[in-house]
């Protein structure tokens, strides 16, 4: 694959109270025509993170045709699971219902956080999204005891699937979280099975966290892009032929950090999508999302 980036498209500036800096993890919707709404984490002054979203014409980028004005998703009530923020995971159109699964941030003292899954539910296409449950929907448990971060979903077949990040150890430091994609699987969206099968692990002693999958289904292949770091955040790409068993294949990526500007230090967080036939990436650069976000577009799907 060779991608030709189209620029920078948006990055918040103290715009609304809930929506001062970042846009982190962007994740789009069709809407109609050529027109995407483009969902991101944004942050307060107190960091913690919401849900906004801009809109805009995917053949025009530069041009935002409209900027929320209150949040999708807010933090949760002081001593939630997600009362230090929300971030977006994956959006899954279940006939007119819409899934927004996202991640719920909960600071630590010993860690630094423990994260958990939510999910949100709009009924219709001008619903607003309401939270499924005070609770997270995919919790800590035996098989993922320290921490599990963003969620991509898939309806395939009968089946509910979704890969999403999990933590193998913990510790003081963010470099001590040996964090990998794991698998689950549902019947209905809602109730998991997880059985700690990993489904992309570490090449090496110094990556130490790979996350924020998102999985393609093209001709029978499954076809997965996801950030994995060890000094900074690159993009990586895998092929599976079952959604199970992945073999890593970086060297396909073919994106990379830029020689300056917004993205010259590090790249993640990208949501691959088709369009007209088009196959689209947003992406975020140097900051974790700090910089905002970019498109790209894939020039040789080879």
């Given at each position: 694959m060779?991608?030709t980036?189209?620029?920078?498209?948006?990055?918040?500036?103290?715009?609304?109270d809930?929506?001062?800096?970042?846009?982190?993890g962007?994740?789009?919707?069709?809407?109609?025509?050529?027109?995407?709404?483009?969902?991101?984490g944004c942050?307060d002054?107190e960091?913690r993170?919401?849900?906004?979203?801009?809109?805009?014409?995917?053949?025009?980028?530069?041009?935002?045709l409209?900027l929320?004005?209150?949040?999708?998703?807010?933090?949760g009530?002081?001593?939630?699971?997600?009362?230090?923020g929300?971030?977006t995971?994956?959006?899954?159109?279940?006939?007119?219902?819409?899934?927004?699964?996202?991640?719920?941030?909960n600071?630590?003292?010993?860690?630094?956080?423990?994260?958990?899954?939510?999910?949100?539910?709009?009924?219709g296409?001008?619903?607003?999204?309401?939270k499924?449950?005070?609770?997270?929907?995919?919790?800590?448990?035996?098989?993922?005891?320290?921490?599990?971060?963003?969620?991509?979903?898939?309806q395939?077949?009968?089946?509910?699937?979704?890969w999403?990040g999990?933590?193998?150890?913990?510790?003081?430091?963010?470099a001590?979280?040996a964090?990998?994609?794991?698998?689950?699987?549902s019947?209905?969206?809602?109730?998991?099975?997880?059985?700690?099968v990993?489904?992309?692990a570490?090449?090496?002693v110094?990556?130490?966290?790979i996350?924020k999958?998102?999985?393609?289904?093209?001709?029978?292949?499954y076809?997965?892009?996801?950030?994995?770091?060890?000094?900074?955040?690159?993009?990586?790409?895998?092929?599976?032929?079952d959604?199970?068993?992945?073999?890593?294949?970086?060297?396909?990526?073919?994106?990379?950090?830029?020689?300056?500007?917004?993205?010259?230090?590090?790249?993640?967080?990208?949501?691959?999508?088709r369009?007209?036939?088009?196959l689209?990436?947003?992406?975020?650069?140097?900051?974790?999302g700090?910089t905002?976000?970019?498109?790209?577009?894939?020039?040789?799907?080879?």
């Open positions: 060779r991608w980036k189209r620029g920078h498209v948006f990055c918040p500036d103290n715009n609304y809930w929506m001062r800096t970042h846009a982190a962007p994740i789009a919707e069709h809407l109609r025509d050529d027109r995407f709404r483009i969902y991101f942050r002054a960091n993170t919401s849900i906004g979203f801009v809109e805009l014409d995917i053949t025009r980028p530069e041009r935002i409209l929320s004005d209150r949040p999708v998703v807010s933090p009530a002081p001593g939630l699971f997600d009362d230090s929300t971030s995971g994956c959006l899954v159109a279940h006939g007119s219902v819409r899934y927004l699964y996202y991640l719920g941030w600071l630590g003292v010993t860690v630094p956080w423990r994260n958990t899954i939510g999910l949100a539910v709009s009924t296409a001008a619903a607003a999204f309401e499924y449950s005070l609770a997270p929907l995919v919790d800590r448990s035996a098989v993922d005891p320290f921490s599990i971060s963003y969620p991509w979903v898939m395939d077949g009968g089946r509910w699937r979704m999403y999990s933590n193998l150890s913990w510790g003081k430091q963010a001590d979280m964090h990998v994609i794991k698998y689950a699987e019947d209905d969206g809602i109730h998991w099975q997880r059985d700690g990993i489904a992309i570490a090449k090496s110094e990556e130490y966290a996350a999958p998102c999985v393609l289904k093209e001709n029978g292949l076809r997965m892009w996801y950030s994995h770091r060890g000094e900074t955040y690159r993009i990586g790409y895998a092929e599976s032929d959604g199970i068993a992945w073999r890593r294949k970086d060297e396909l990526a073919g994106i990379d950090v830029s020689a300056d500007g917004w993205d010259s230090e590090a790249i993640q967080y990208a949501h691959v999508f369009h007209r036939g088009e689209y990436m947003l992406y975020n650069g140097n900051g974790y700090k905002g976000f970019g498109l790209a577009v894939c020039t040789d799907q080879r």
